[in-house]
């Protein structure tokens, strides 16, 4: 855990001054929070919990459970204050331990899921501050079609296949969409994917996932937006994917990437 925490934090410091330049040169969107934090606590304590353990059906708590995460939540992640983007990792890591790990009603789970994974979807590709998109990416990573859990009825999480089609989405954007993808997103793409494929993605993208990895990995210029030492840097993560995709068995694809 301790790993991984230090090594998002390494990641999202090499994005952010790789776009230093373009976030003081323009100005990124926000959302306005419509309801306090109180009042967001509020609700989390009194709606959102007791929805997610059962105690409520979904339907008697939505109208809440929405004002929660499309009011308070998720505006509180696009704010571009300097207090705010450094609440990020905390914002992100209560969207998943006081709601979506926190909880045993599958219906809530799912819906609140299926909300984040289309907010988040809408701010990693919209005119927010890079540390404000690449955080979406790195929660639609997160997001699980079976959440883990401990203790006796222990089990390890499912990834959301959704969400490893939209991480690939970002890996294999060329920019005809419209606004060129950053590699900011990429490199959270690559996290998430990594996330995915320790625990075991839908078979149906393993073969997008490999050649989108050895993509990266055999590109040649670098993007206009990083330097070389961290276009090497990408590659490497691209590498680290593909081995974790074929831990329990060589590749010749693969293989031929990862020596090259």
Known sequence: TTRTCTGLACMLTVCLLATIP??????????????????????????????????VPLAANQAEIDDYFKKYLFPTMTSTSPQALGKLEELRDDLFNQTLRNGTAKDTQDYITNMTLGVMGAIAKGNY????????VL????????????????????????????????????GNEGAKIPTSLKLGALVGLTRHARFG???QYADRVTQAAIALINQKEKPEDITTDVHQWLKCQAGKLLAKQYAAGPNALAHEALTG
């Open 201 to 203: 993605f839908d078979p």
């Open 22 to 55: 373009q976030a003081f040169a323009q100005q990124y969107k926000s959302i306005p929070a419509k309801i306090t934090e109180k009042a967001a606590n509020i609700l989390l304590r009194q709606k959102v919990g007791p929805a997610l353990r059962k105690a």
């Open 139 to 174: 929660i639609i990573g997160q997001l699980d079609q079976e959440y883990s859990r401990r203790g006796s009825n222990a089990k390890k999480p499912v990834p959301l296949p959704a969400g490893t089609a939209a991480l690939l989405g970002y890996l294999e954007s060329d």
């Open 129 to 136: 501050h890079p540390a404000v998109r690449y955080n979406a």
